[in-house]
């Protein structure tokens, strides 16, 4: 009888450990191509800037400087101005910013993921943000269609792990009570003790994104994991790579080191002492018939259905990154899908809250610091072709 017994318990958790994988592992099924705005997203959206206001506010109350920072990737890791060579590429890429190969200067900002200042060593996602300077032609954004600079977002994760604005909002609400990992746990009414509704699959993409830290920010490949537009009739995903910048050149593959600091030290070492430092901006175009779906950006596009291709270089030269670095400049500069031509438009839902998001988290945040409010100068100089919010002026509130 004991035998039974222990049989039968020793196949019910066979059972129970192959569904679970499978929970964490099976894809939803293929969903519409183009996009899809559920009628109730604008009331995620409020939800969602009120968390971020929130994350925002607590993290500036724990910090010795007080400054106020990034509700996401608060930490700046480092800010290096770069080269943005755009590359001869095929018809179907010359769109936009593709469309005649031209060199524009451009910052690069490389970031943590977390709402707070942690530690280098602790397990996180690393960002990588360009700003394109001295862009021409209307741009999308309201308040900033004049601006001359075009955005480019990635983290070193292809993709994210929630797919849809009404989980978003469920999410940052939990993030800014402090019950960041309650999401996993939940349904869409809130926790659950049901473990059957519990999100393993997005658990699991979000253990992929808290990664231990790279080798080096300049050896690893970085992903936008939400869609855009390139011209009216294709969608694309971004990617950035490390390359080679010259014939007989390496990619850097050294480790940072143990200290809280160890990536941004090791970053500025390496731009101020080093060689140029290049990286490939990819574009992925989405393949009729294969699921790439833009509006779930839990799901990956696969390199086997549509490659990537590259469509420019981006060169970081030797440099002292510690002026812009030591000013509050990188702290003031605004990264944003939005800050786009129309070619570029950012899509689906994650993107389509994004543009609320970050403009009133923006606006909320330097104004709050008292700096300025725009975009910084063509020219690369540590300078703002904007002016700075007056304090006798109403602060922009979510």
């Not at 293929?30 to 968390?51: M, R």
């Not at 990034?70 to 890429?93: I, K, S, Y």
């Not at 537009?229 to 294709?234: N, P, R, S, T, V």
Request: with cysteine; aromatic share 12%; charged share 20%.
């Amino acid at each position: 009888m004991k035998k039974k017994i222990l049989l039968t318990c020793a196949v019910l958790a066979i059972c129970f450990g192959a569904w679970t994988v499978r929970a964490m592992y099976t894809e939803p099924p293929p969903g519409p191509a183009g996009e899809s705005v559920p009628p109730d997203e604008a009331l995620y959206t409020s939800q969602i800037i009120a968390s971020g206001i929130s994350m925002l506010n607590a993290v500036q109350n724990k910090i010795p400087d007080h400054i106020y920072r990034r509700d996401a990737h608060a930490r700046t890791l480092g800010c290096a101005l770069a080269t943005f060579q755009v590359n001869p590429v095929a018809d179907r890429f010359r769109r936009g910013l593709f469309a005649t190969p031209n060199t524009y200067k451009a910052w690069i900002r490389y970031s943590s993921g977390s709402t707070g200042l942690q530690s280098s060593w602790k397990p996180d996602a690393r960002g990588m943000a360009i700003k394109v300077l001295g862009v021409p032609g209307e741009k999308l954004l309201e308040g900033q269609k004049d601006a001359t600079t075009q955005d480019f977002l990635m983290i070193n994760n292809p993709v994210f792990f929630i797919p849809n604005v009404r989980q978003y909002a469920q999410a940052t609400a939990f993030q800014a009570a402090n019950k960041q990992f309650t999401y996993f746990a939940a349904d869409r009414n809130g926790f659950t003790w049901n473990f059957f509704r519990w999100r393993l699959r997005e658990f699991r993409i979000g253990l992929d994104i808290l990664k231990f830290p790279p080798k080096n920010l300049l050896s690893i490949a970085y992903y936008s994991m939400t869609a855009y537009k390139l011209g009216q009739e294709q969608y694309v995903k971004y990617s950035a790579r490390p390359a080679v910048c010259a014939a007989g050149g390496s990619v850097p593959g050294w480790w940072p080191g143990f200290g809280s600091n160890a990536l941004s030290d090791q970053l500025a070492r390496e731009l101020k002492t080093g060689p140029a430092f290049c990286f490939d901006l990819m574009a992925q175009a989405q393949a009729p018939g294969k699921n790439m779906p833009v509006e779930d950006p839990t799901i990956e596009w696969r390199e086997q259905d549509s490659p990537f291709v590259p469509v420019a270089r981006i060169e970081l030269d030797r440099q002292d990154i510690a002026p812009q670095m030591n000013n509050g400049f990188c702290e003031n500069l605004s990264f944003m899908p939005w800050h786009a031509l129309p070619e570029h438009e950012p899509v689906g839902g994650l993107n389509r809250v994004r543009k609320a998001v970050y403009q009133s988290i923006s606006s909320y945040r330097r104004c709050r610091n008292g700096l300025d409010f725009g975009e910084p100068s063509n020219d690369g100089s540590l300078t703002f072709d904007s002016k700075p919010c007056v304090a006798t002026q109403p602060i922009p509130q979510p």
